[in-house]
């Protein structure tokens, strides 16, 4: 639409394509890992890369009284008294699924979200902001979008609080997801690259 609006004639939308065979992760993994990473005992909420910019300090304030694990990942750059875990991708990935709820609430317009993306392969529940392409992929996969830090808390307690609807919307996320193959993706690729060269 941005392109569009600014007059460009030939735009062309390829979403991103993922590797599924990299999203199947055993329940005994996920165990081992909360074993490793002194997580048992209590639901893990993820807050998302360790950055100001992805909201995860405004997250963790709004969030702070909750009786959660609250988690990042990537490189620390803000202090927050949450944990911080730099994962390599396998690992970030069980973190992911480890997690009851992702929290991607970016205070900048995305692309599209991979983190949202991910988590939704995984089956864990996202709460977004819905900034940019991210608002595209959190309607479509029936995820929440919440615009408002201050309501963040309510829509985080009715997940935490009602699994019924956590196995809907993760359903509804996975059924989603699932299409953007990385085949899909290479497909649409060549596809464009043989109409531009007609």
């Known amino acids: ?20 065979n990299n999203f199947n992760i055993e329940d005994q993994e996920i165990l ?3 074993k490793k990473h002194k997580l048992e005992g209590k639901p893990i909420i ?16 709004a969030l702070k009284d909750l009786d959660v694990y609250f988690v990042t990942s990537g490189t620390k750059r803000v202090k927050i008294p949450a944990l ?4 390599d991708y396998k690992e970030y990935l069980k973190l992911l699924k480890a997690s009851i709820i992702a929290i991607t609430m970016s205070k900048f317009k995305e692309g599209w979200c991979m983190t949202s993306h991910e988590a939704m392969l995984l089956k ?5 902001s819905g900034m940019g392409g991210m608002k595209e992929l ?10 408002d830090f201050k309501e963040l808390k309510k829509k985080v307690e009715y997940l935490l609080n009602n699994s019924e ?4 919307i993760s359903e509804r996320g996975y059924n989603y997801v699932k299409n953007f193959t990385l085949e899909k993706f290479k497909k649409e690729w060549i596809d464009l ?4 060269l007609e």
């Open 32 to 34: 081992e890992f909360k």
């Open 1 to 20: 639409n941005y392109f569009l609006k600014q007059g460009f004639k030939n735009v062309y939308k390829i979403y991103c394509g993922f590797n599924l």
């Open 46 to 61: 993820y807050l998302g890369n360790c950055q100001k910019p992805k909201g995860v300090v405004d997250s963790y304030r």
């Open 165 to 168: 609807e956590r196995k809907k």
């Open 138 to 147: 959190l309607e479509n996969g029936g995820q929440i979008i919440c615009t």
């Open 124 to 128: 864990t529940p996202v709460i977004g």
């Open 84 to 87: 911080n875990f730099d994962l």
């Open 193 to 196: 690259t043989n109409k531009v």
